[in-house]
């Protein structure tokens, strides 16, 4: 194999302050030395021979730049001499030719990028002030909790006051939309919710009321902390028929049959608040296994309960109400997720036509996906954020569309000056950091299946631009704060760092087959490409 540069320096500068013009602004320089890298002549280091852009272009405009003294791209056995040369992204049709047709283009802009870090840093502390924020609510609740059950009732009032405050405070921190707070914010509401319907309980003997607690609680945390607060409620009823009390066990009873009779009139979808509700059964037998038990120890006790009057222990008025907007959000939340999947449906055949090298019918896919993203912003009015985070539907709409987007543009030479479009001119300008991460990270895939078919077809210009697009991919991925993120965009990272390793492989095994293919006397390819799998002698 042919021997590459003894060290070969990849600098990763700063804006247009790095030692080679167009180096990416990551800071900071890394040196491989040969030594400690075995079989690296064997294989070579391709990207010393392309300098690949990450965002923007040009003198100073953030290309990512290796250099090598000697490099090998497909050689023919003999290692070539090579100075940084400027950026190919065009498709050489000669094949061989290493300039391209395609000038400078760089992948993604420098202030898409800027923006990108600036949102994702954001998430990052929203992050760490949620899990601050889970950490003090488990202290308080801790606290809330025993003095509830076991006294004194004022530390508990303590309690919840501040566990009020802290949830505002986060909440101004970190606004939302209202109805929808943060996971974090929603999680911890359910907690103190839980505490504050025991102590309204152990107060009055009635439901804690819904508009007690104003709009930075959603209905969905009320009542799951409603039903969370039921199972703090069999324990304060164990003790109770411990001291042979079976008026307040009977109450407690009554509590349980009143809230039950009002969550049947819900239609809950399959999640976390119907998973909740299916507890309530189990909390209504101890209830009757307790009264069972005291009936048989102190059968006189049983005789005097007096009966709680039907409804007495809520208001029936306010839970009808809930019903009847968890209903109507209910419809415009599946209304909204049908045309979701219409955004994808469309989305993902425009995917499949780019590949196939059809961009008439990928851009008229796209634009029927954008139209159906336009009626989903349309019914889904004021239900949009239900369709973020844990349910994903408009998520994964857009990062469907997006891919899509970026994939077409690529195929069609770039768009703007860019392999691929600006952000803001990409999912009708809905796209989140998250949102673009994923869709970047699933393009280098895309790309990845267009080396293959290229290596097939032994179109080395196509597939050059193909390995450069999925290394300027993962480049610009790899310059975004994703790790540490609870989200799914670190797996993104690696999703990309995956599909570049394939496509690096395949290089690599296309590269060894021609240079044993030269070395060998008379050898050829069966079908006179570098792609097939056969390698034979000739006879005399």
């Not at 023919?76 to 940084?84: L, Q, Y």
């Not at 003790?239 to 819900?266: H, I, P």
């Not at 543009?409 to 990409?426: K, S, T, V, Y």
Request: proline share 3%; aromatic share 6%.
């Amino acid at each position: 194999a042919p021997r590459v540069a003894d060290a070969v320096a990849v600098e990763l500068g700063c804006g247009s302050g790095g030692r080679h013009p167009g180096s990416v602004g990551c800071g900071g320089a890394f040196l491989w030395e040969a030594s400690f890298l075995p079989g690296v002549a064997a294989l070579g280091l391709w990207w010393s021979h392309w300098q690949i852009p990450c965002s923007g272009g040009g003198t100073g405009g953030g290309a990512l730049s290796a250099v090598g003294d000697r490099a090998v791209l497909f050689g023919s056995g003999e290692a070539r001499a090579r100075k940084p040369a400027a950026v190919s992204w065009g498709l050489d049709p000669e094949g061989d030719d290493e300039e391209g047709a395609g000038g400078g283009m760089g992948i993604v802009p420098e202030e898409d990028l800027v923006a990108l870090r600036a949102e994702l840093q954001e998430m990052l502390a929203e992050q760490d002030a949620g899990f601050t924020l889970r950490k003090d609510f488990h202290l308080l609740d801790a606290k809330a909790t025993l003095a509830l059950q076991y006294g004194p009732l004022v530390q508990a009032d303590e309690a919840l006051v501040e566990m009020r405050l802290i949830l505002e405070r986060h909440e101004e921190r970190f606004p939302h939309e209202a109805g929808f707070p943060s996971l974090d914010s929603n999680e911890v509401a359910k907690t103190f919710i839980k505490s504050a319907a025991l102590r309204e309980f152990l107060q009055s003997g009635r439901v804690l009321s819904r508009s007690h607690l104003g709009t930075l609680i959603t209905d969905d945390a009320y009542m799951e902390g409603i039903i969370f607060m039921l199972g703090k409620l069999r324990q304060y009823a164990l003790r109770r028929a411990t001291a042979l009390d079976a008026q307040s066990v009977s109450l407690c009873r009554s509590y349980l049959v009143a809230v039950k009779a009002q969550l049947l009139g819900f239609d809950f979808r399959n999640g976390a608040l119907r998973r909740r509700f299916d507890t309530v059964k189990y909390a209504e037998k101890d209830f009757e296994d307790l009264l069972y038990q005291l009936s048989l120890a102190v059968p006189t006790s049983i005789d005097g309960i007096k009966e709680v009057a039907e409804g007495s222990q809520l208001d029936e008025a306010e839970w009808k109400q809930l019903q009847t907007a968890y209903a109507d959000l209910d419809e415009r939340r599946e209304l909204a997720i049908k045309h979701c999947r219409d955004v994808q449906k469309a989305a993902k055949q425009a995917i499949y036509a780019a590949q196939r090298g059809d961009l008439a019918r990928s851009s008229t896919l796209i634009a029927s996906a954008k139209e159906a993203l336009q009626t989903v912003l349309q019914v889904g009015e004021g239900v949009l954020p239900a369709l973020r985070g844990s349910t994903g539907a408009l998520d994964g709409a857009l990062e469907e569309l997006a891919e899509a987007e970026m994939l077409r543009a690529w195929r069609g030479g770039g768009a703007g000056g860019f392999l691929i479009p600006r952000r803001a001119d990409m999912g009708i300008g809905l796209l989140t950091a998250a949102d673009y991460v994923g869709a970047l990270s699933d393009f280098t895939g895309e790309v990845g299946r267009i080396a293959v078919e290229a290596a097939t077809q032994r179109d080395i210009a196509g597939f050059r631009r193909a390995m450069q697009a999925v290394f300027a991919a993962h480049a610009a991925l790899s310059s975004l704060p994703l790790h540490g993120l609870r989200s799914k965009l670190a797996d993104k990272l690696q999703a990309a760092e995956r599909n570049l390793q394939k496509v690096e492989a395949l290089e690599c095994d296309i590269a060894c087959r021609r240079a044993a293919n030269d070395r060998l006397p008379g050898g050829r390819y069966l079908d006179g490409g570098f792609s097939s799998k056969t390698l034979v002698q000739e006879e005399d």
